[in-house]
C-alpha cells in the first residue's frame, strides 16, 4: 500500500486553497533564507573534505575515525542486543539515558572522581559527543553571554555559541618556538591574556584535554590556573575529554572537575565512539552536577529526546566489561594507547624525514605537523582557497594522494594565520595504511 502511495505514476491533486495561493502570491524567498543565528557557519570541513575524498580517493589521514575493527566485545554485544529474546531493546528507552548505561556510566566515574554521582541526575546520554556540547551550549547561554575558547578548537564550538546566542572569545595556544621537534606540551597559553578575557558577561571556559588537534594534555598547574580563574569570576567549565583514554606514557589526563570545588561548575563531556573505537555509533555523554545537567536535559528532550536503545545497552555491556579488568593491561581503555603508541612514533618519523616539523602529541590520535620546509615542491597558485593550509592539503590530496586536514579551520578569522603552515594528520589507522602514506611521502620528496 505504502509503495503505490510513493508510485511516480499515481497523480498528485493539490488542494484548491494552495493553487490559489501560488497562482495569486509570488514565494518571498527571503521569508525561508537560513535564520541569522546560523549565518557565517554554513560551511563544514567535514562536508567539503569527505567530499574531496570521495572524487579522488587518496590515502585519507584526515578525519579522526579509527580504519580497523573496534573491539570484538562490543560489537558482539551490539549483535546479540538486536536480537535478543528482550524486545523492549530495541524500542524506545528512558529519555535521559538507558538504565544499563547510565548506571554504569555514574560507577565509572564515581571510581576516577572519588565522589558518587546520581545516575539519573548526574548523567546525560546524548547522540555523539557533539550534542553534549550542543546541550550544553545550548541549555547554558543566554544572548551576550561570553564564552572563552582556546584555539585551535574543535570547529563546532564556534559556531554552538553562536547560534545559542553567546559570543565566543579567543585565546591561541602557542608552540614555544618553531624549531623542531616539538612536543604537544610546548604548545601553552599567555596566562596573563587568558585572565584579560575573563568579565562579567563570562558565562563559561570550553576546554579540551587530550586536545584535538594538537594532542596536549593540560597539566595540573595549567588547569589549576584555569580553575582558579573560573571559581573566581564563577563561571562554568565545559571540559570535552573524548581522548580521555588516548594518552602516552608518561603522561597523565587529568580531570578538571576532580579539583578543589570545580565538580559544582563543570560539565565534562565524553564519547563511546572515541573510547571504543566506534565512532559511527555517535554515541556520548555529559556528566555533571544535578543542578547544571537539568539545563542540558531540558535541551535534550525537547530536540533528541532519547538516543538509540541498542548502541546504549552495548556500550554498557562494553563499560562493565572494562570495569571488570580496569587496571590490568588487557582494559581496552590502556590497551589501545598503547597500540597507538607505535603508530604516533612511526607517523612523527616519516613526516621529519619528509622534511615536516611534527608536534608529538601526548595524546589523542592526531599529528600537527609544519609543512613549509616543502614550499617549493607543492605548486599552492593552482587551488584557489585563501588559507595556505587549505591550498596545500587540496593540492596534496589531488596530486600527491595524501589527505590531511587544514588546521586553521580550528582559529577564528584573525587567528587563522597561526595554523596556516601546518596540517593535521590522524594516526589510528592500520599499519600498512600508515606505511603508504610513508612510502608516497617519500617517493613525492625524492621526485
Ligand atoms: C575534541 C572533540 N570533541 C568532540 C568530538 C565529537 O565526538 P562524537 O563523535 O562522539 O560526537 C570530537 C570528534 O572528533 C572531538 O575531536
Redesign the pocket.
Known amino acids: 500500500m505504502f509503495k503505490s502511495c510513493l508510485s511516480t505514476t499515481s497523480k498528485i491533486t493539490f488542494p484548491l486553497s494552495i493553487l490559489k495561493n501560488t497562482k495569486n502570491y509570488s514565494v518571498k524567498m527571503s521569508k525561508f533564507d537560513l535564520p541569522e543565528r546560523f549565518k557565517g557557519n554554513e560551511k563544514s570541513i567535514w562536508v567539503e573534505y569527505s567530499q574531496l575524498a570521495l572524487k579522488y580517493k587518496p590515502l585519507n589521514l584526515g578525519q ?1 575515525f579509527p580504519d580497523f575493527s573496534a573491539p570484538e566485545n562490543i560489537t558482539k554485544a551490539l549483535t546479540n542486543v538486536t536480537t535478543s529474546n528482550n524486545p523492549l531493546l530495541n524500542q524506545y528507552t528512558r529519555g535521559f539515558g538507558h538504565p544499563r548505561l547510565v548506571n554504569i556510566i555514574a560507577k565509572l566515574y564515581s571510581k576516577l572522581l572519588n565522589r558518587t554521582l546520581d545516575p539519573n541526575n548526574e548523567v546525560l546520554v546524548t ?5 553534549a ?1 550542543y546541550a550544553a551550549l545550548q541549555g547554558h547561554t543566554n544572548p551576550g553571554d561570553e564564552w572563552i575558547i582556546i584555539e585551535p578548537f ?1 570547529d ?1 564550538y564556534v559556531p554552538m555559541v553562536q547560534s545559542a546566542g553567546g559570543i565566543p572569545r579567543f585565546i591561541a595556544l602557542k608552540p614555544k618556538s618553531t624549531n623542531g621537534p616539538l612536543s604537544s606540551a610546548d604548545w601553552i597559553f599567555d596566562r596573563q591574556e587568558l585572565e584579560s578575557l575573563f568579565n562579567e558577561k563570562t558565562k563559561g571556559i570550553i576546554i ?1 584535554t587530550p ?2 588537534p594538537v594532542g596536549k594534555v593540560f597539566t595540573l598547574d595549567e588547569l589549576q590556573f584555569i580553575a582558579n580563574l573560573a571559581k573566581k569570576w564563577n563561571v562554568l567549565v565545559i571540559s ?1 575529554e ?2 580521555e583514554w588516548l594518552v602516552y606514557e608518561p603522561y597523565k589526563h587529568i580531570r578538571i572537575a576532580t579539583l578543589s570545588d570545580m565538580y559544582e561548575r563543570t560539565i565534562t ?1 565524553g ?4 573510547t571504543f573505537s566506534v ?1 559511527g555509533w ?3 555523554w555529559a556528566y555533571g552536577p544535578a543542578n547544571l545537567l537539568y539545563n542540558l536535559q531540558i535541551v535534550h528532550q525537547n530536540s533528541v529526546y532519547t538516543c538509540n536503545t541498542p548502541v546504549q545497552e552495548a556500550v554498557a555491556i562494553g563499560f562493565e566489561q572494562e570495569l571488570d579488568r580496569f587496571g590490568k593491561p588487557d582494559c581496552y581503555f590502556v590497551s589501545l594507547a598503547k597500540e597507538l603508541l607505535p603508530k604516533r612514533d612511526y607517523m612523527a618519523k616519516f613526516l621529519s624525514d619528509v622534511g615536516m616539523i611534527p608536534t608529538i602529541p601526548e595524546g589523542g590520535y592526531f599529528m600537527i605537523a609544519n609543512w613549509t620546509a616543502l614550499k617549493d615542491k607543492v605548486r599552492l597558485e593552482e587551488e584557489t582557497d585563501g588559507g595556505k593550509d587549505y591550498r596545500f592539503t587540496k593540492w596534496m590530496t589531488k596530486n600527491v594522494g595524501v589527505q590531511g586536514i587544514p588546521p586553521s579551520t580550528f582559529y577564528s578569522p584573525e587567528h587563522k594565520y597561526l595554523g596556516e603552515d601546518s596540517v593535521r594528520y590522524c594516526f589510528i589507522k592500520e599499519d600498512k595504511n600508515l606505511e603508504k602514506a610513508a612510502e608516497i611521502l617519500m617517493k613525492w620528496k625524492s621526485q
Open positions: 579522526g547522540v555523539g559527543a557533539y550534542e556540547l574543535f563546532c579540551n586536545h584535538n570535552d573524548v581522548y563531556i564519547s563511546a565512539g572515541k565512532t555517535k554515541l556520548g
